[in-house]
């Protein structure tokens, strides 16, 4: 059964940077696209970016363009998610999830595989 493991939240001042990465478990990793998605509390879970099986095509939600990047590691396992000049608004629980192929890419239904996500705080 396939696992995903995310790693890397903490605490930061508005203005940081944080890394996340995601180990999947299995050997199939390379066969799908992946995405990370947050839900800040009292709120829905929202998608932030997706990255493409072999790495080559990325998408971004807007609220995130130009300060997230998303990568893959395919001989690692791991997505990673570098996340630059963080605002409070950005506080949330971050979580990766396995993309279903052909499916639209932002809905939360298109993913069937989640990690148990990690806390990113920014507060001053």
């Known amino acids: 059964q396939v696992q995903l493991v995310e790693s890397g939240g903490g605490s930061v001042q508005p203005g940081g940077s944080l890394g996340l990465s995601c180990v999947t478990s299995?050997?199939?990793?390379?066969?799908?696209?992946m995405g990370w998605f947050r839900q800040p509390p009292g709120k829905e879970r929202e998608f932030l970016a997706r990255?493409?099986?072999?790495?080559?095509?990325?998408y971004y939600a807007d609220s995130v363009r130009g300060r997230f990047t998303i990568s893959r590691d395919n001989v690692k396992n791991t997505v990673y998610l570098r996340m630059d000049n963080l605002k409070v608004e950005d506080t949330a629980v971050y979580y990766c999830?396995?993309?279903?192929?052909?499916?639209?890419?932002?809905?939360?239904?298109?993913?069937?595989?989640w990690g148990q996500g990690t806390q990113v705080t920014v507060s001053s």
């Open positions: 999830a396995r993309a279903k192929i052909g499916m639209p890419y932002m809905a939360v239904s298109s993913y069937d595989v």
């Open positions: 299995g050997r199939t990793f390379s066969n799908y696209p």
């Open positions: 990255i493409s099986s072999g790495g080559s095509a990325t």
